[in-house]
């Protein structure tokens, strides 16, 4: 049966476009198209996709189901070219890995889907199994793509990369320089501080966890997504690099305007990835050995609103509530 979707997204600045084509039973065969250009193709979503009802061709070849719980998918347009009968494929938090290892967000588990059976990653993901068998590392399994599902595509506006995630106890949750309530504030923390007070006037706050940026469309993003405890480094050049990469180039290529804010010289290396159509911020790294060469005094976070404005983008609130 061939059964073709068009589905826009209709809000943030994500300019891309789902066609989904030659639908059977368990598989859905899909390019993404942006600006009328087709940019990727593949299986759509995951290694295992639920059939609600009856798993009988019969009961399958039918209407889709796309049901999408984050993204409001709008302008639904269906095209049957064979006799529907009453399927059901729910497309919503499918497990596209294995290991048991899943985002959380609908529009990242669809552009990652490819990227996340390929070999690099299933032995990335191998790796880190060993690791966390043999000893501890961070952040938990189950915070690992914070960022992303904080953050969803579609609701970008801003991207922030740090590097590797911190490596002591109960610090790292997932997105990049934050730390949970109740955790000491690292230095490079209370370096941004500083210069979140200098810059805007904000007092700093009582805690360091930045998920009121990461809500508002920061995407906080570390280039290397674990770390072994009390190692720093310790997972550099084991996968998550290629993977991250991936991320910044999807970004890259489906917003229209985003504000990469890159500290330090590796994140600087990123430069390559993004196109001249978003704006870049950049200077030396919070890190208490950098911070005096150049972050201080760099007033990142208004020139980060000034961008937005001047894109017809709602800046961010940088304070961070109690």
């Known amino acids: 049966m061939l059964t073709q979707f068009k589905i826009r997204y209709p809000q943030g ?7 989904a084509i030659d639908c059977d039973t368990y598989i859905i065969k899909a390019s993404i198209v942006v600006n009328g250009i087709t940019i990727a193709t593949g299986m759509a979503g995951a290694e295992t996709i639920e059939v609600a009802e009856e798993r009988s061709k019969e009961r399958a070849k039918a209407l889709l189901d796309l049901n999408t719980s984050t993204s409001n998918l709008a302008e639904t347009k269906t095209k049957k070219m064979s006799e529907p009968t009453e399927p059901k494929i729910n497309l919503t938090e499918q497990k596209i890995s ?17 990227e996340m059976k390929k070999d690099y990653f299933v032995k990335l993901l191998e790796f880190i199994e060993r690791e966390g068998q043999e000893t501890k590392i961070f952040p938990p ?32 949750h997932g997105l990049s320089f934050s730390v949970k309530k109740g955790v000491s504030i690292p230095r490079s923390l209370e370096n941004i501080f500083k210069e979140l007070a200098s810059d805007l006037n904000i007092k700093p706050p009582n805690h360091g ?34 993977f991250t990469d991936r991320v910044i180039e999807i970004v890259n290529e489906q917003t229209s305007h985003v504000v990469f804010v890159l500290w330090g010289k590796e994140a600087q290396k990123k430069i390559k990835l993004i ?17 005096k060469y150049g972050f201080f005094g760099s007033r990142p976070f208004s020139k980060i609103n000034s961008a937005l404005q001047q894109a017809k983008q709602e800046p961010i609130d940088w304070t961070l509530p109690a």
């Open 141 to 172: 399994k189950e915070e690992i793509f914070t960022a992303l599902e904080i953050t969803p595509l579609e609701k970008i506006k801003v991207v922030i990369l740090g590097q590797d995630p911190y490596h002591g106890v109960g610090q790292a």
């Open 98 to 114: 294995s290991n048991n290892y899943l985002i959380k967000s609908e529009s990242w588990n669809f552009v990652l889907a490819e």
């Open 275 to 291: 196109d001249d159509k978003h704006t870049i911020i950049k200077s030396p790294h919070p890190s208490p050995f950098s911070a």
């Open 13 to 19: 600045n994500l300019i891309s476009e789902l066609v």
């Open 209 to 242: 966890n930045l998920t009121h940026w990461a809500t508002q469309g920061v995407l906080m993003l570390n280039t290397v997504l674990t770390v072994r405890a009390h190692k720093a480094n310790s997972h550099k050049n084991k996968g998550w690099e290629i």
